[in-house]
Structures are given as structure tokens and as C-alpha cells.
């Protein structure tokens, strides 16, 4: 759906029941990213692509932890 579409800067996916983000992580241009109320178990060590990211909401899915590489995001202000 967003193939070959970068300059995507807010995707609001909450509430979908996401099991996986496949292709979101191609999305280079994003600063803000809604994954609330989901089904997501886990998150892609790939999401540290998205170093615009400065907001990411992920409450509400089945997480037990984040990828360490979450930290390379040195744009995110606001985690919930």
C-alpha cells in the first residue's frame, strides 16, 4: 500500500489489529506513528530506520519488550 511512497510523515494504525508492521519500516519520512491498540507480539529491530520518528504510540498491544535498537532513534521525544 505504501510502496514507493517515502514522504509519508503520520500514519495513524491504531486500532487495526496489527499482528506485524510489515511494510512501515520502508517509510523513511515518518515522524509520527500511531500503532496503538493493536495485536503486535513484537516490533522489528528494523524500525530504527526511522530515524524522523519523533513519536510513537504502541500502548494496547501485547508487547513484553522493545528491540534494543529502538535507542538509535535519537529523534523520539515522545514514547507511550
Request: glycine letters at 8%; a neutral charge; zero cysteines.
Amino acid at each position: 500500500a505504501y510502496r514507493g511512497r517515502t514522504d509519508v510523515q503520520k500514519l495513524l494504525a491504531g486500532h487495526n489489529r496489527l499482528t506485524s508492521l510489515g511494510l512501515i519500516t520502508g517509510l523513511t519520512s515518518l515522524r509520527y506513528l500511531d500503532l496503538s491498540a493493536n495485536e503486535l507480539t513484537m516490533l522489528p529491530d528494523s524500525l530504527s530506520n526511522l530515524k524522523q520518528l519523533q513519536t510513537l504510540y504502541l500502548g494496547s498491544n501485547q508487547l513484553t519488550e522493545l528491540p534494543e535498537s529502538l535507542v538509535s532513534l535519537t529523534g523520539l521525544q515522545r514514547l507511550d
